[in-house]
């Protein structure tokens, strides 16, 4: 038996689709850290979790299922990142305050001719969990622009894997006024793969992937899993 025909045996046995795996080495991610942290009143990039910043897990975890030196920061012009676990690329916003969409356009063209997808999270997101950022790679369609989690209607964009060229489309609705990223992506119709968060339990049971610590309550709560 030919080394292919058993590589090809083990793809399938392994449940890998010819058209859903994107090769790690060819991944990228983007960790958006440039936001105004209102709701929980100080800076939660450089917030402690255990023995890191939050920022520090988080780009931590990314390098599990992404290779690091393809994993840019996504920060404010002014904002002064904790002290990183590595040299990463970091992207600074153009315009201050205009939230997600523009630094998920920026850092999405930055990795055009680079990557063949992208993932996208937030950095409060420090229980995010390696196997469902596989699952959503894996879930990525050659011809889709992008696998996001949703919940019925609701999209969940900041947790998601994208082809870098749909920063082109994202633009042109930035352009026309949109500014909402869920509004901006449900503008590409079908050309989205969702993935219920219910068939993401299999990967993540309690969906701690979509934790996010806005207050301090949420913080607290993320903490009591350290
Ligand atoms: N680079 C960049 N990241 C942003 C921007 N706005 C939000 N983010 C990031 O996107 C993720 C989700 O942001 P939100 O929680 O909705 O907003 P936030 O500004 O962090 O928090 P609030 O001020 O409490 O709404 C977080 O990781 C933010 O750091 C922005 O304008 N630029």
């Known amino acids: 038996m030919s080394v292919a025909l058993v590589y090809r045996l ?9 058209s859903d795996e994107t090769d790690r080495a060819t991944r990228g991610a983007l960790i958006l850290c440039g936001g105004g942290s209102r709701r929980m009143g100080r800076d939660k990039a450089s ?7 939050m920022l520090a897990r988080v780009m931590r975890l990314t390098a599990e299922c992404v290779p690091r030196e393809r994993i840019t920061l996504v920060a404010a012009a002014e904002q002064q990142l904790p002290p990183l676990p590595w040299e990463a690329t970091v992207i600074r916003d153009r315009v201050a305050d205009r939230g997600p969409l523009p630094a998920l356009v920026d850092g999405l063209a930055s ?18 969990q390696p196997r469902l950022v596989e699952r959503l790679f894996q879930l990525l369609a050659r011809d889709a622009e992008a696998a996001v989690p949703a919940e019925g209607e609701r999209l969940q964009p900041l947790l998601a894997v994208y082809r870098p060229r749909v920063a082109e489309a994202l633009q ?6 949109t500014t909402s990223l869920h509004g901006a992506l449900r503008s590409l119709g079908g050309r989205i ?12 049971p309690e969906l701690r992937s979509f934790l996010n610590c ?9 903490l009591a899993y350290v």
């Open 47 to 53: 917030l402690p979790f255990g023995a890191e910043t």
């Open 172 to 177: 042109a609705q930035l352009a026309a006024g």
């Open 193 to 204: 793969v969702e993935a219920p968060v219910e068939q993401l339990r299999a990967v993540d």
């Open 111 to 128: 990795f055009e001719g680079r990557a063949a997808a992208v993932l996208v999270v937030s950095c409060d997101a420090p229980l995010l």
């Open 214 to 222: 806005n207050t301090e309550e949420e913080y607290e709560a993320a």
């Open 10 to 18: 083990w793809r399938r046995v392994a449940r890998v689709s010819d």
